[in-house]
């Protein structure tokens, strides 16, 4: 599979939304990184919208983000790294209860709280 870069979005989701819902379909990946950054709550709620259509027509997408509403919100699947190890994999709950995600990112004090 050959890899085609994406025309350039703007920051704020005025991201060309005409070239995603084209119709094409022959895609078989779309890599998305820190697509929320900048955005406000409203601007993430229609990204996250506008991502699930995505997904709706089949096309797999690998998600960067460090917004974990919508990276809970939207994904069926999680791969979570410190340091570049991987050091989770599962369904947003399960990551969610993991001890090394609590304590890589909330700290073993955070969790005796």
């Not at 050959?2 to 350039?8: D, S």
């Not at 601007?43 to 809970?72: C, F, P, W």
Request: one cysteine or more; charged letters at 25%; aromatic letters at 4%.
């Amino acid at each position: 599979m050959a890899l085609k870069p994406c025309p350039k979005l703007a920051w704020n989701f005025k991201k060309d939304k005409s070239e995603g819902s084209s119709g094409r379909t022959d895609q078989a990946l779309l890599l998305l990184d820190e697509p929320a950054a900048g955005m406000n709550q409203k601007e993430t709620a229609e990204l996250m919208n506008y991502i699930s259509k995505i997904q709706d027509r089949g096309i797999a997408i690998l998600l960067v983000e460090h917004n974990m509403k919508m990276v809970m919100d939207i994904c069926e699947a999680i791969t979570v790294l410190n340091y570049g190890q991987v050091i989770a994999e599962g369904t947003p709950r399960e990551v969610q209860v993991n001890e090394k995600v609590i304590e890589a990112y909330l700290g073993k004090a955070r969790r005796e709280c």
